[in-house]
C-alpha cells in the first residue's frame, strides 16, 4: 500500500467517525455532508486500488481482472444474495439509489425493531428502585394537645364555663351571704385500636434487590398519619359551625368569637382551594393579606395569624353547590386532647399467624389512642364559599 492510499484510508476513517458522531449529535445536514465526503474518499481508494491491479497485470504479463458483469434487474430478483450485494456497494460508494435497492438493503440490516434482528442484545435500563411520588402528607397532631396515657380508659376534671360574678359589697355588721360555688363535670376516654396486616411472600422478599421492609414501614407510618388525620378533621367538624362570605368574617371570628386568651394561640387551617381565595384578597391599599412571617419566612399569616394549608386531597371542598371549602379557626391545643395509648408499632413474623403455611411474611402494624374535644369554644368550623355555584 502506498503512502497515498494509507493517508486516503485513514481520512475516511476520520470522516466516517466524524459523520457517525454528528450523527448522534442530531446534526443530520452535517451528518450527511460528512458521509458524501467520506463516499468520495472511498472512490478514490477503489480507483487506486483498481490501478494497482492494472499495473501489478502489466508487470506479470497477467490479463487484467475482467469488469464485474452487470446484474440485470430480472437477475437480481432471481439471486436475492446479488440484489443485496450490489445495492449495499452502491450505498458504501455514495451513489444514487433506487426506492427498490434501499428497500432491499433495509430488509437485510439489523435492527433493534426485531429481537432476532438484534433487539435482544440492546440494554434496557429497567430499574428496581422504588420512586416515591412527592405529595403533603402534613400532620395534624402537631397542632392538638397529646397525652401519653398507661390505661385503657379515663377521665379528667374539667370546670364548668360559667360567668364568674363579683363579690357582693358589705356593709357593717352585716351577715356575709352566699357567694356560689364552682361546678365540675368529666371528661372521659376509651381507647380505639386502629391497624391492619399486610403480607409480603418470602419468595418477593428474597429477590428484590430494594430494602423492602424499610419501604413498607414508611408506608404503614404514611397510614397511621392519614389515620390521625382523619379522626382530627372529624371531630373539628362537630364544633360550633360558622359561615364566611369574606375575609373580614375570618377577623371577627378572631376578635370577637375566640375568647382573646384562646386568640392569642389560634391558628388557620385551611385547603388548597380557600388559600387561593384567600391569596388573593387585599386592602385598600393594595396589599395582599397573606404575608410570610417574618420570624420563618417559610410560613404564611393571614392577620397576624399562622395559616396552615392541607391538600385538596385530604381537605377537599363541598361541590355540591359551587365549590365551598373548610376553614378550622381557632386555638387547636386547647380544643382538642388526644389520649395515646400506644405509638405505631410494627411487628412481623414468618412462622406463625399462618405465614409459614404459606411461605409469606405477615407485617402487623397496631395504635392505639382516643381524641375527644377539650373546649368547644377554642375552634370554630368555617365554610367558606370560593365560587358561586353556576
Known sequence: MDPKE??????????????????????????????????????????????????????????????????????????????????????????????????????????????????????????????????????????????????????????????????????????????????FQTLTYSIKDYGGILPITNQLLADTDQNLMAYVANW????????????IINLLKTFTAKTLASADDIKKVLNVDLDPDLAAGAVIITNQDAYNWLDEQKDSTGRYLIQPDPTQPSRKMLFGVPITVVANRLLPSDTTSGVVAPVFIGNLQEAIVLFDRQQLSIASTNVGAGAFETNQTKVRAIERFDIKPFDTGAAFYCSLTVQAAS
Open 6 to 183: 494509507r493517508e486516503l484510508r485513514q481520512q475516511l476513517a476520520a470522516k466516517l467517525e466524524e459523520a457517525r458522531s454528528l450523527l448522534d449529535e442530531g446534526k443530520l445536514e452535517e451528518a450527511r455532508a460528512a458521509k458524501d465526503a467520506a463516499a468520495a474518499l472511498k472512490e478514490q481508494i477503489d480507483t487506486l486500488e483498481e490501478l494497482r491491479g492494472l499495473e501489478d497485470a502489466a508487470k506479470h504479463g497477467v490479463e487484467p481482472p475482467a469488469a464485474p458483469a452487470i446484474i440485470s434487474p430480472q437477475a437480481r430478483k432471481d439471486d436475492p444474495e446479488a440484489e443485496y450485494r450490489n445495492a449495499y456497494l452502491k450505498w458504501m460508494r455514495g451513489k444514487p439509489m433506487s426506492a427498490e435497492e434501499r428497500s432491499v438493503l433495509e430488509s437485510r440490516a439489523m435492527s433493534e425493531g426485531s429481537q432476532q434482528d438484534g433487539g435482544y442484545i440492546v440494554p434496557q435500563d429497567i430499574q428496581t428502585q422504588i420512586n416515591q411520588f412527592k405529595r403533603q402528607l402534613v400532620s395534624l397532631e402537631t397542632f392538638v394537645r397529646t397525652e401519653t396515657v398507661t390505661t385503657n380508659s379515663g377521665s379528667r376534671v374539667l370546670e364548668k364555663l360559667a360567668d364568674i360574678t363579683p363579690f357582693s359589697q358589705l356593709t357593717e355588721a352585716q351577715n356575709i351571704g352566699d357567694m356560689g360555688n364552682p361546678q
Open 220 to 231: 404503614i407510618a404514611k397510614k397511621s398519619t392519614t389515620t390521625r388525620n382523619t379522626q
